[in-house]
């Protein structure tokens, strides 16, 4: 299993540009979602999707969007990117039932200048 | 409101002391759990331990131990015998009952420099 795989690893925007994060993951889990880890305030939550189809917002989702499509993929967009949203985004996933351990994805680090 | 507070922005200590990392929480919630994450300098986070609300248990795994007490709200962490290796940023984490999916409400961390 390749687990949480998060592409691209690295990313610089223009402001106002606009992208989008994929997030992956191969173990079937149901539950998936995006936070971003800014110095000094930990990890906060922008989206969550309890399965396919259905998302949610979290603490920060204002300028992102999502969607899920499939179980596997929860991509993350940026409509148009500011100098605020410069940060590390993490993907994570789990499973409903079981141990609740979230799986993180490796991060990917953006820079909006 | 959910909040967990790690007062301590940035420890530092030398090889082999030992280290507790504090943490404390907030909410409502009857039924809940705690999480601690390791962030070391590669970038990843990495799971540490799940603690539920019901379960106050002290956890004891090779040189990590958890301190959970419900009275105090609080999920310390100790490290002992710390090694250069220990050195990462560590995070405290708190979520509500698995209905409400992934809503991890994390700590600022806190950073731990272990030197040789």
């Known amino acids: 299993n390749a687990g949480v795989t998060q592409t691209p690893k690295f990313q610089v925007l223009k402001t106002g540009q606009s992208m989008t994060l994929q997030c992956a993951q191969d173990m079937n889990h149901e539950y998936m979602s995006w936070y971003r880890q800014d110095p000094g305030m930990g990890l906060r939550l922008i989206h969550y999707s309890v399965g396919a189809g259905i998302t949610d917002q979290g603490e920060v989702p204002n300028g992102y969007n999502v969607s899920r499509s499939t179980t596997e993929d929860f991509p993350l967009r940026l409509l148009s990117a500011a100098p605020s949203q410069t940060s590390v985004y993490f993907c994570?996933?789990?499973?409903?039932?079981?141990?609740?351990?979230?799986?993180f994805g490796p991060g990917t680090r953006l820079t909006v200048t | 409101a959910q909040k967990v507070t790690q007062a301590q922005t940035e420890i530092s200590v030398v090889e082999k002391e030992d280290v507790t990392l504090d943490c404390v929480y907030e909410?409502?919630?009857?039924?809940?759990?705690l999480f601690w994450y390791k962030q070391p300098p590669s970038g990843e986070l990495v799971f540490l331990i799940r603690r539920n609300s019901f379960d106050e248990q002290n956890e004891i795994s090779g040189r990590y131990s958890w301190n959970f007490q419900k009275s105090t709200s609080s999920f310390n962490f100790t490290i002992t015998a710390s090694q250069v290796v220990d050195s990462a940023v560590y995070f405290c984490?708190?979520?509500?009952?698995?209905?409400?999916?992934?809503?991890?409400?994390f700590g600022a961390g806190t950073i731990l420099r272990v030197k040789s």
């Open positions: 909410t409502r919630d009857t039924t809940y759990y």
């Open positions: 984490a708190l979520s509500r009952e698995v209905e409400y999916g992934n809503k991890l409400v």
């Open positions: 994570a996933s789990r499973t409903r039932a079981g141990s609740y351990e979230q799986y």
